[in-house]
């Protein structure tokens, strides 16, 4: 059982089975770092900058990251303007371990009315890894500073 939920949880990643154990989703949008607080939330804010989202609120006692809605157009042949929205909360649970969690809004752009959509599988792995790589990324960078 202990080797059959993580292979499970892996091939939900990778698209060949469908989400349906519980925590997988949370797996994908969580992550725990062993830094100080602050580094990571700095780092956090920083990673969202960095790809481009315009930062709304940043509230550092509640640990709550909210982003503007960035827009976009996507396709080739059939043009639509979407929106995304980052909402990150950064919570320390011993003395250098760190969560963070992460959830996107996204709406698309319909006969000039904003309508929520839900991302694909594939759209909330990528977006998902690509951030906590970048916060990855900037909390070995600020070890030490914060």
Known sequence: MRVLKPLAVFLCLQGFLPVTIEGAQSALRTQRFHSSYLNVFVSVVHALVEKG?????????????TTK??????????RKDIRRRICASVLQHEDDVT??????????????????????????????????RSIQRNVYEYNGWY
Do not use: P
């Not at 992460?102 to 951030?131: G, P």
């Open 99 to 132: 969560e963070v969690g992460l959830q996107c809004l996204i709406e698309i752009k319909e006969e000039n009315r904003w309508h929520e959509r839900t991302m694909s599988r594939f759209e909330r792995r990528k977006l998902y890894l690509t951030l906590f």
């Open 69 to 78: 809605w960035k827009e976009e157009r996507t396709g080739f042949f059939s």
């Open 53 to 65: 989202y315009e930062i709304d609120n940043a509230d550092e006692l509640r640990g709550v990251i």
